[in-house]
């Protein structure tokens, strides 16, 4: 059982960061945040696949083209700088030579992440006079200063951390992100940084992604993807103690510890879902394979009926087929069956007798699972969605109000 404590980004050897006010949002709040590891930090990194990328996406993708190591990140909430054309390009490149300029780094040694409104450009004579402060106040304390930096709608900050013990010493792992809606990712999340002290290899990115796919792309709140997702793994080596000098038992736990701490954050954002009264996981098993297990997975955890019948604690299964067959994959519907938690609702495509007392009851819990088994496989897949309600539609129609 791996213990997951609410160390954040700084948990880690050799991680700092900061968390200030530099007026960017008009609501006064935190809004300009900095990562910094003295040491060069081996950088892996998954982007949005929204067809309209922000500024600061595109730059860091043309950084990480050529450099695998970086010392910073600098985000700045309240301004997605997305839509923003070569202004918004030249600022993101800005910021990161601000910060390199003041923590006397080298050229393209820093990323840049944004979140927020989109089609603004960024106040950046505000983001130039507060990159004094924001390195000066650099810590090894800091962690929830950065996560409350990088917030926008989020109603709680996200964070987590994790240690092993092993036979070289002990090793760290610490994250944080942001997301409470606009969350549909094909690769990570709104925005989402990881640390850790071990000393990762190069081809380490291939494993990463894997994970991102399981943890930050098995969600979703609303279904829409944002121009701004962002998923960086930094890892300095502060630990002493390389993934490769570790026992094949220890290697497997160091990749689990990762993996969960990912997963972690990724829930912490579902049950953050704009206006979400409940978090459910959406299983389908007995598929083909992975990708089609998925597929079907995320039509049901996207369907706003569903959605809405999760919300009215409304056990409604014949939406949920109905979503599963409209997911675009070919699959015997006379073979289904489908359970609430431990009551089964449907078996052989049809309804069966359900201890309605006991499925109302699943209803109304705050998490709970839906299990749907294909019969046609051995794989499966699940995604973790939240519901749709009334507060959800309030916040998006005043969201830039």
Partial sequence: MINIENGGVCFPKGFFASGIKAGIKTSGNLDLALLYSKEPARCFATFTKNQVQAAPVL????????????????????NANACTGKQGYVDAAYMAELVE?????????????????????????????AISELAKK???????LFAKAICTTDTIIK??????????????????????GMIHPNMATMLAYITTDLKLPEDFLSEFRVMVNESFNAITVDGDMSTNDTCILLANGQSGVFLSDLSITEQSNA????????????????NDGEGATKRVEIEVCGARSKAEAMQIAKSIATSNLVKCALFGEDPNWGRIISSAGASGVIFPAEKLSLHFEDVQVVKDGMPVRAAQEKLAQIAKQKEYKVSLDLHTGDSKASVYTCDLSYEYVK?????TT
Avoid: W
């Fill in 59 to 78: 730059y860091d993708k043309e950084v990480l083209a050529n450099h695998n190591t970086i010392n910073a990140i600098i985000v700045n909430s309240g």
């Fill in 101 to 129: 300029k003041e923590l006397d780094l080298g050229k393209f040694s820093t990323l840049v992440g944004s979140t927020g409104v989109i089609g603004h450009t960024l106040p950046m004579k505000k983001i130039n006079a």
């Fill in 138 to 144: 650099l810590s090894n304390k800091n962690s929830e």
């Fill in 159 to 180: 964070t987590g951390s994790i240690s092993l013990q092993t036979a070289k010493g002990e090793i760290r792992f610490g994250g944080s992100c942001k997301g409470s």
């Fill in 255 to 270: 990749r689990n510890a990762l993996f969960e701490l990912m997963k972690h954050l990724a829930l912490q954002i579902v």
């Fill in 395 to 399: 916040i998006n129609a005043e969201y």
